[in-house]
């Protein structure tokens, strides 16, 4: 899978002190599972559960999903040896909480590489305080090591002393300014949780409002969120049907040397065809998930 077209369609939280869950996590369908060991944890608790991720991401039991490890911060007394942990294991990513500069991604790439960690790990960062949205372009433009942004929206909507509404209005200068900074520097970015698993028709339209906005996937904390968010966020089968369109119409142009494409009447440019083209790929990455 090419890092622009791998499904983040889903992307679980799992409590790592609980090994039930984690084992119960090889079974859901998730595009990507986080091992928790920060807010999910509770303190007595924190160690234990440091073995547990790191032993769950080493059983390579999780097909083709991506293993990310949520450490606590650095300033906390568990953080430094969870990512010296992480670095050690066979997780794809660590997910940092709270960054707020550059200088905490350099911190922590320079903690995995101290700790041997492959150059194939990549660092994923919590978007979730005032300053670090303020500051989210020289966060996104800190390191090609930096892969993607997690939106921790409680955690803002705390510190904002904002409120958690249907449309989110309070959050969506948060969002849409983190959002750009992440594209302007090729990042990933996933919606935040919804915290209300019985409102199953609140969530839909939370995952809706997220796929409008352009995030990749949406954070869960229940396993009932999983199907529906698939769903959301996978291109459907009209997407689908016309993005080959697109791609054979601009391919025959381009053969008979036209510079000018039209599909059932629309003009189609460039973007329209590197648009086309990245949705084909991730149904074809959405396939592969599925089949391991």
């Not at 679980?12 to 090994?19: C, F, I, K, R, V």
């Not at 390191?143 to 249907?166: E, Q």
């Not at 969530?203 to 809706?208: H, I, K, T």
Request: proline share 5%; aromatic share 4%; hydrophobic share 50%.
């Amino acid at each position: 899978m090419t890092a622009a077209a791998r499904p983040r369609r889903s992307v679980l939280y799992m409590p790592g002190a609980n090994t039930r869950a984690l084992e119960k996590a090889r079974t859901l369908p998730a595009d990507a599972l986080i091992f928790d060991l920060e807010d999910a944890v509770a303190p007595d608790a924190k160690e234990a559960a440091r073995d547990n991720v790191v032993a769950a991401a080493n059983s390579r039991a999780y097909g083709k999903r991506e293993i990310v490890i949520r450490a606590n911060g650095l300033n906390t007394p568990w953080g430094r040896e969870d990512i010296i942990a992480a670095a050690g294991s066979a997780a794809d990513a660590v997910l940092v909480p709270k960054l707020e500069s550059a200088a905490d991604v350099t911190a922590i790439i320079e903690l995995l590489d101290e700790s041997g960690a492959p150059p194939s790990m990549a660092v994923w960062g919590m978007m979730e305080t005032p300053r670090g949205v303020l500051r989210a372009e020289e966060i996104a433009s800190a390191s090609p090591r930096l892969a993607c942004f997690v939106m921790g929206t409680n955690d803002l909507v705390k510190d904002l002393r904002a409120r958690h509404t249907p449309m989110r209005l309070p959050m969506l200068v948060a969002l849409g300014t983190t959002m750009l900074a992440a594209r302007a520097n090729g990042l990933a970015i996933l919606d935040g949780v919804f915290n209300d698993i019985q409102d199953v028709e609140g969530f839909r339209v939370a995952c809706v409002q997220g796929l409008e906005m352009g995030f990749d996937g949406k954070t869960l904390i229940h396993p009932s969120q999983v199907e529906p968010c698939n769903e959301i966020f996978a291109p459907t089968p009209a997407d689908l049907a016309m993005a080959e369109k697109i791609v054979a119409a601009f391919e025959q142009a381009r053969a008979a040397g036209k510079g000018v494409v039209t599909v059932d009447g629309r003009m189609i440019e460039n973007l329209h065809v590197e648009q086309a083209t990245r949705q084909l790929a991730l149904a074809r990455a959405i396939a592969d998930l599925a089949a391991a």
